[in-house]
């Protein structure tokens, strides 16, 4: 079974931190890139983050830019969205999923270019 599975996601006060998981069974996640995407309620699901498979190319949302890192666990199979300085806007179901084609600047938030979505983490930053 190809699968992504999400954690790390839980309640924390503005300006806190908290670093999500995102872990792959089934299938080298070194072979794809992967996303970051997030759903706040009421509205639609957006971009967060995107790392390349070798790590080289890392993408950020502008909302999050300087308050996230992306990045990789080779060994553990895993991708990691490290965040920091939260805002209660950042309160959102977290999603991560891999890509069919490289990443770039200009199509890193297509979502119609990811699959193997993960089943969601929810984050929730109180003011």
């Known amino acids: 079974q190809v699968q992504l599975v999400e954690s790390g996601g839980g309640l924390v006060q503005s300006g806190g931190s908290l670093r999500l998981s995102c872990v792959a069974s089934?299938?080298?996640?070194?072979?794809?890139?992967i996303g970051w995407f997030r759903q706040a309620p009421g509205k639609e699901r957006e971009g967060v983050s995107c790392?390349?498979?070798?790590?080289?190319?890392?993408y950020y949302a502008d909302s999050v830019k300087g308050r996230f890192t992306i990045s990789r666990d080779k060994a553990k199979n895993t991708v990691y969205l490290q965040m920091n300085s939260l805002k209660p806007e950042d309160t959102a179901v977290y999603y991560c999923?891999?890509?069919?084609?490289?990443?770039?600047?200009?199509?890193?938030?297509?979502?119609?270019?990811?699959?193997?979505w993960g089943q969601g983490t929810q984050v929730t930053v109180s003011s």
């Open positions: 999923a891999r890509r069919i084609l490289p990443a770039y600047d200009s199509t890193w938030t297509r979502q119609y270019e990811y699959y193997s």
């Open positions: 790392i390349s498979r070798s790590g080289s190319r890392e």
């Open positions: 089934g299938f080298n996640l070194d072979y794809y890139d």
